[in-house]
């Protein structure tokens, strides 16, 4: 601080210089301005005549004035004066970082390393060793040996370093700190409450010095959702509750394309004062079913995404009734405990008619005590079965009466039926009523515990056969069956040999009745899972969360015991989606009863945050300040001295012009080419196709993007009905993406990362149809570039899907021109959505039937715009290729640029036209 | 043959530059000539000698076509010369005449040495007698002559004055801003013996306007004399109160020994300067 102001100065001594001034004012004052000399050969005329002023002798005492200024400038430029200055003490001996690397720490990554990063150049300038350590890896008890390097070898390792999606606790950090030589500690904190804390900063204090740095923002986290009543509940957290915020809760899942996007999203606001806030979302069962993850709009961090699971899914269960014959026995109804098991987690359809329920499109029909059906019935069901329904029945006197199933197996029973069935521990019968046998490990229901008090009193049996034992899935005491299966096509018939309801068994009364129902994927769990009821099940992760908050694939993974699941995430069971067969659940980065506090740091410890944009270095400005006064002083000089005209007036002139020229080179460049998007510039935009290029801050590669769209507009505005309006180069930060439907983005080694509030937009502009040609004009050279790393980072928050080289059968070969290579600048491969796996060449078809939903984006490196760009005055603006076969090259170019705007404005509309021709005969018939 | 290199170097480097020199002067003095064309002058001393066959080499204008009509022959008329002039030329050889302001402007010397050589050109064509004044050599006529001057005008010998013949006429080409005594002295000197002339006086634009402003330090071309100035825009008014005092007391000097004067500016037309002094001379014959 100097005089109170927040000012210091990284070169202090330099302003000794300052000192000097005084004297520099004496030897300007006392020396003249130099003179010219010239040869004249008319001097002898001049001989003997005297000047008549001695006034001009000495420089003018304003021309002094500027010039110290301009001195003193220099010298305070020199000296490093920086605003609101950061307190940084030097110290000495090995510094060891130690980063809190938990999910919380993901939303501001870039930001701590950006901090690592200056500790880093200070340990550089003391020449200490240093020591990067992850909180996650000494969480673990054989926590890895801090490797003590040199500043410049961890510098190289920054981009390395990354978060977990997990809350990893400290556990066995403090002995493992206990374990170290002495070390100075800065300690990255993610700043939220944690068990073992405080014990680890002992442990660090133990050692030396500890300095904390610790954003400010709080932590934002969304618990998981709850279904309450029909709606969905969801609550967030956040670390400080002061103030008044609202966030937006997303609900993001396939829309019926297969297409993932922002289903639903409502504002949650956390009063002041407030922790905890909730949002209430009430969605149609369609949307509720399609959502696969909620999350907290534009907070990158895997805590502030929550996945859906079966537990938020409503399945459609069908119930036929029958007929009402026996009125008013409501307990002794098997449907009652149906729908009982049922109605808390499954959306229930009832009817009489088996074509009504078909037709409602059920994921499960339950026949309860059903002898026979008619036989357009029954084909009707047994085609939904093989489709990948689930038809579960229920025994009961009626079916044990009927003959159904007796001698052939019945299609729509799992196996043949011996008649009449068997009573035991009845009035008139010898035999206890039978527990259940546990379940075989080869069941679905193992795992599951047998409570004691289920007995069956009565059952039908099943004939024995062969595959009898294949088929069975649950089997008494004395080992009769008691829940059968098979398959049927996609789908299976399982049959339970006892009633519905508590006639023939206690089953219908227990709970293990709901568990079994939830194990057939029947009904789903509501709410908290219990431990045992994943008893022995084996989960394998389908998809995980990373630290940011995307869902990626998952890998290969080993598969996870189901009670695990229930521990929480931690490293053995990271975040994202686990399945059992049919089942799907969500293991989140928070659990429902997370806490979120800011951590408690003692008195002596005072985090800080050096917050970047505040440390402002004003030595651009003093000098640039000098620079001006000193062309000032040019020009006052060149008055004074007479020559600022005269006989040399040209040259100088031109003099002053290469000092303005020098100035402005020297000049902070910290302004971009902008180009104004008013409200004007929308509505223009909007009115009419105009194609858009992406700023990158580096005017040379604008320039060419904007010169190449002004091509490709002129050659769609002569060859197509396309007439674009003026290209326009906008900026993802601010400008209004939507009224674009095609972005040009120039990939360079130096374009700077989009905020996430900008990636927000994009992917709302991706997800809403856009496109955005990516362009890293390297002639895509491996992907190993400078600019295609940098793609790459730059790509990879945006979620992309699995991209490709362009098939030669896909719509962007024929939407305009028939091509077969999109060459640019260079001939490189382009890259486009893949085609789902599963596409086929229909018969008799030239193409396939690719994406139905047109590729979101294109990537390449061929220097498209280069090859599209002109100048003013129409010729191309670079050469491309040579001769005959550069222009052929170039024409190719124009024809890829075409085909792509074409692609872009009518999506997959040529891939239809490889249908005609058998539209056209078909309606011939 | 002499093997000493650096006479040979300069000789080759003045055999170089004579042809130049000549063909320039020549190109002038043909300029000018076009001017007298057809105007007729007759009598005037030179009387009728006799006719003779032309031969190949007589330019066309000397072919006296009355005679030649008359016969199949082309004839020549020959005049004789009651008495040739001879023409002397001074040509100031002092540093001070190497100087011009800029790129566009001839040297002074370089523009007395053209001027000279044309009219020499001129006078050997009316068939005077030429010459310089420095040279040892006498005024002769011819080509011969006009070669011998062209090569003493470009590697001069700052010998000063000689002794003019007398009644010739004598050309003095400089810019006059040396010492004027000498040159007084020299004008006054020929006068005396009878020698009329031209005193033609070159200077630089520069010298002429003085265009400077602020500090300067004035330098002659030898660099021995020096001016220091702290505004020379100051010194206009008086340098150029001196520049006409100098020119009027050459006048003066002029019209006091019945020679002419005349002031001519490197970058002004050649030609103009050249007719003048054609005139200036012819006038007195």
Redesign the interface.
């Known amino acids: 601080m100097i005089f109170g102001l927040p000012i210091a100065f990284t070169t202090p001594w330099l302003l000794a210089a300052l000192a000097a001034l005084p004297v520099l004012w004496w030897l300007l004052r006392a020396v003249p301005p130099a003179p010219v000399r010239r040869r004249f050969p008319a001097v002898t005329l001049l001989l003997g005549l005297e000047d008549r002023d001695a006034e001009s002798d000495r420089t003018p005492w304003w021309l002094l004035l500027l010039r110290l200024l301009a001195v003193a400038a220099l010298i305070l430029g020199f000296a490093g004066p920086v605003l609101n200055p950061e307190e940084r003490q030097a110290g000495r001996g090995p510094l060891l970082i130690f980063v809190d690397a938990q999910w919380t720490a993901a939303s501001d990554w870039p930001q701590r390393i950006a901090a690592i990063e200056d500790q880093l150049d200070d340990a550089a300038q003391a020449g200490r060793t240093v020591a990067i350590t992850l909180s996650h890896d000494v969480g673990l008890a054989d926590g890895a040996a801090p490797q003590w390097l040199s500043a410049g070898d961890w510098r190289a390792r920054l981009p390395g370093l990354s978060p977990v999606s997990w809350d990893a606790p400290y556990g066995a950090a403090p002995q493992w700190v206990a374990g170290l030589q002495d070390a100075d500690t800065v300690w990255v904190s993610d700043g939220l409450a944690r068990e073992g804390r405080s014990d680890l900063l002992a442990a660090f204090e133990a050692k030396g010095r500890v300095d904390v740095l610790q954003p400010t923002a709080p932590r934002l986290g969304l618990l998981p959702a709850q279904a309450e009543d029909g709606s969905l509940v969801l609550q967030a957290l956040r670390s400080e509750a002061v103030t008044t915020t609202e966030l937006q809760v997303q609900a993001i899942g396939p829309d019926p394309t297969g297409v993932e996007r922002v289903l639903a999203a409502s504002p949650l606001t956390f009063s002041a004062g407030a922790a905890r806030g909730e949002v209430r979302m009430a969605l149609p069962p369609e949307l509720r079913n399609r959502i696969t993850r909620f999350q907290l709009a534009a907070q990158l961090a895997a805590g502030a995404v929550t996945l859906a699971d079966d537990s938020l899914r409503r399945r459609r269960v069908a119930l036929l009734t029958g007929t009402q014959s026996r009125e008013g026995l409501e307990l002794l109804s098997p449907l009652h405990y149906l729908r009982e098991a049922l109605v808390p987690s499954a959306e229930v359809i009832e009817d009489e008619s088996i074509t009504t329920l078909v037709e409602a499109g059920p994921e499960v029909v339950i026949l309860p005590d059903v002898p026979s059906l008619a036989e357009p019935d029954q084909k009707a069901l047994a085609a939904w079965v093989a489709k990948g329904g689930l038809l579960l029945r229920f025994a009961g006197p009626r079916l044990a009466a009927a003959d159904t199933g007796r001698g052939v197996e019945d299609i729509l029973l799992p196996v043949r039926l011996r008649s009449g069935g068997r009573v035991v521990g009845g009035a008139m019968s010898w035999g206890a009523p039978r527990a259940l046998a546990p379940f075989p490990d080869t069941s679905p229901f193992f795992g599951l515990r047998v409570p004691d008090d289920v007995l069956v009193r009565a059952q039908i049996l099943a004939e024995p056969g062969p595959d009898l034992a294949d088929r069975t899935m649950a089997s008494l005491a004395d080992g009769t069956p008691l829940v059968t299966r098979k398959a049927l096509g996609d789908g299976q018939v399982v049959l339970f040999h006892i009633s519905a309801n508590a006639e023939w068994s206690s089953l219908a009364l227990s709970g293990l009745f709901v568990q079994m129902l939830e194990r057939l994927a029947v009904s789903t769990r509501p709410g908290q899972v219990k431990s045992e009821a994943l008893e022995g099940t084996q989960w394998v992760a389908e998809r995980l969360l990373d630290p940011f908050g995307q869902l990626g694939p998952a890998g290969a993974q080993a598969g996870v015991d189901g009670p695990q699941l229930l521990a929480g995430a931690g490293a053995d069971v990271p975040p994202g989606l686990y399945a059992d067969g049919d089942r799907l659940m969500a293991v989140n980065t928070l659990d429902a009863d997370a806490q979120m506090s800011p951590a408690n740091w003692p008195a002596h410890i005072a985090p800080r945050w050096e917050d970047r944009s505040a440390t402002r270095s004003l030595a651009p400005y003093l000098l640039a300040g000098a620079l001006i006064v000193g062309v000032i002083d040019v020009l006052a000089s060149l008055l004074i001295s007479g020559r600022l005209w005269g006989a040399r007036t040209m040259k100088g002139a031109a003099r002053v012009g290469a000092v303005f020229m020098f100035a402005m080179l020297c000049a902070p460049n910290d302004s971009v080419a902008q180009e104004v998007g008013t409200a004007d510039g929308v509505i223009g935009a909007a009115s009419t196709v105009t194609l858009a290029h992406v700023l990158t801050g580096d005017s040379a590669t604008d320039e060419v993007a904007k010169a190449g769209l002004t091509g490709l507009s002129d050659q769609l505005f002569s060859r197509t009905s396309v007439e674009p309006a003026p290209p326009f180069g906008l900026d993802v930060e601010s400008d209004d993406l939507s009224v674009y439907p095609f972005l040009y983005w120039p990939i360079t080694d130096t374009t700077r990362q989009p905020s996430p509030e900008a990636y927000g937009r994009l992917k709302t502009y991706l997800a809403a149809g856009g496109f955005i040609l990516f362009d890293t004009r390297d002639a895509g050279f491996g992907g190993e570039s400078a600019a295609a790393l940098r793609l790459r980072t730059i790509a990879l928050p945006l979620g992309l899907p699995p991209l490709e080289p362009v098939p030669l059968d896909h719509v962007l070969t024929r939407s305009f021109y028939l091509l077969e290579e999109f060459p640019g600048r260079a001939r490189g491969p382009a890259w486009v959505e893949a085609a789902p796996p599963n596409a086929e060449r229909a018969e008799g078809m030239p193409f396939r039937n690719l994406n139905d939903g047109v590729s979101p984006v294109i990537i390449g490196g061929n220097d498209w715009a280069g090859a599209w760009a002109i100048r003013s005055d129409g010729a191309p603006m670079f050469p491309v290729g040579r001769g005959q076969a550069g222009d052929r090259q170039r024409e190719m170019a124009v024809r890829f640029g075409i085909n792509l705007v074409m692609h872009v404005l009518t999506g997959n509309y040529k891939s239809d036209q490889v249908h005609v021709p058998a539209l056209l005969e078909r309606l011939g018939e | 043959m002499t093997s000493n290199p650096t006479l040979r170097t300069r000789a080759e480097a003045l055999a170089e530059r004579l042809p130049p020199l000549l063909a320039q002067a020549r190109h002038l003095a043909a300029s000018v000539e076009l001017g007298e064309h057809g105007r007729r002058r007759p009598g005037q001393g030179d009387a009728f000698w006799q006719f003779r066959p032309a031969q190949p080499g007589d330019p066309a204008h000397r072919i006296d076509w009355r005679r030649s009509a008359r016969s199949d022959h082309h004839y020549v008329q020959e005049k004789e010369w009651q008495a040739a002039q001879s023409v002397l030329f001074w040509v100031d050889a002092s540093p001070?005449?190497a100087?011009a302001s800029s790129s566009d402007v001839p040297e002074?010397g370089a523009l007395a040495r053209l001027i000279a050589m044309a009219l020499a050109t001129l006078l050997v064509r009316g068939g005077e007698r030429v010459g310089l004044a420095t040279s040892a050599s006498p005024a002769g006529r011819g080509e011969l002559a006009l070669s011998r001057m062209a090569s003493a005008l470009i590697d001069p010998q700052d010998t000063g004055f000689v002794d003019l013949p007398a009644r010739s006429r004598a050309v003095f080409l400089s810019?006059f801003?040396?010492d004027t005594a000498s040159v007084a002295q020299a004008v006054t000197q020929a006068a005396d013996r009878g020698v009329t002339g031209v005193l033609f006086q070159i200077l630089?634009p520069?010298?002429e306007g003085f265009?400077?402003?602020?500090?300067?330090?004035?330098?002659?071309?030898s660099g021995r004399?020096?001016?220091?100035?702290?505004?020379?825009?100051?010194?206009r008014d008086?340098?150029l109160d001196?520049?006409t005092a100098?020119k009027a007391e050459l006048s003066d000097l002029a019209r006091r020994t019945g020679w002419q004067f005349h002031t001519h500016h490197s970058g002004e037309a050649d030609s103009a300067a050249l007719l003048w002094l054609y005139h200036a001379i012819e006038g007195h014959r």
């Open positions: 001070s005449m100087f002074k810019d801003l040396g630089d520069v010298e265009p400077f402003h602020g500090r300067m330090i004035f330098e002659d071309m004399l020096e001016h220091d100035t702290r505004e020379a825009h100051d010194l008086r340098y001196r520049l100098r």
